[in-house]
């Protein structure tokens, strides 16, 4: 099986819905403080709507492309990096659980697909403002390459690390810094929101190694940007 336009326009419908059922069962948990919070191994957090949200996406996904296999940050498990399918869906089923749990409203489900370890297509809903992207490699997009006055630059407010920091002071006089969370600066830089979406650390909403897995978000940015 091969992405392609065709196969594109045959899963984009039942994808959205995919991730607009995963995002109304989020913002029903959200809105009712009941998160039954616990930690993960690596000490991130982990919440019933990362869970519930998972469980929706997967089985959507299998049911949707049943030959293509599913990899999601909730489930993933180093032995899958021996033999990484041709094809297969990378999934962040909530993407900003820390946002979530200080309910900033800085959260969102993200889909990658990945083909010959490249991302091919992408979609990401930000269910508290009710919107959804999607875009892949066949589509065709325009950017404007000149530089404004004022910079508009977006990072982390959860994972602004000291290297951020200082990558900011010799800009700081020039530049209005909005913060957000990861996916939602990489669709503020996607949509005309700020001009500049920097990337020097990386956090530990990584899936696995950069070898042969990255963060959902750094995949969508590469097709969106």
Not at 45 to 66: C, E, F, R, V, Y
Request: with cysteine; glycine share 2%.
């Amino acid at each position: 099986m091969k992405f392609n336009k065709e196969f594109a326009n045959q899963i984009i419908d039942d994808l959205i819905n995919c991730v607009d059922a995963a995002s109304k069962e989020i913002m029903q948990i959200y809105n009712s403080d009941n998160f039954e919070m616990s930690d993960k191994a690596d000490g991130s957090p982990l919440t019933l709507a990362d869970k519930a949200s998972n469980q929706i996406i997967t089985q959507g996904l299998k049911k949707i492309t049943p030959d293509i296999t599913v990899i999601s940050e909730e489930t993933f498990e180093d032995a899958i990096l021996k033999a990484l399918p041709n094809l297969y869906w990378l999934v962040d089923p909530l993407d900003g659980t820390r946002e979530f749990i200080n309910k900033n409203d800085e959260f969102t489900v993200n889909i990658a697909l990945i083909e010959d370890r490249k991302p091919v297509f992408g979609i990401v809903a930000a269910p508290v403002f009710k919107k959804c992207w999607h875009g892949s490699i066949l589509d065709n997009y325009h950017s404007d390459k000149s530089i404004p006055d004022v910079l508009r630059i977006v990072m982390s407010k959860s994972h602004k690390s000291d290297n951020d920091k200082a990558f900011l002071k010799p800009s700081c006089k020039s530049s209005s810094i909005p913060a957000a969370h990861s996916t939602n600066e990489v669709f503020k830089a996607t949509t005309s929101l700020c001009d500049f979406f920097p990337e020097p650390s990386k956090t530990d909403l990584n899936i696995s190694s950069l070898d042969s897995l990255s963060e959902t978000t750094s995949l969508l940015f590469e097709i969106f940007s």
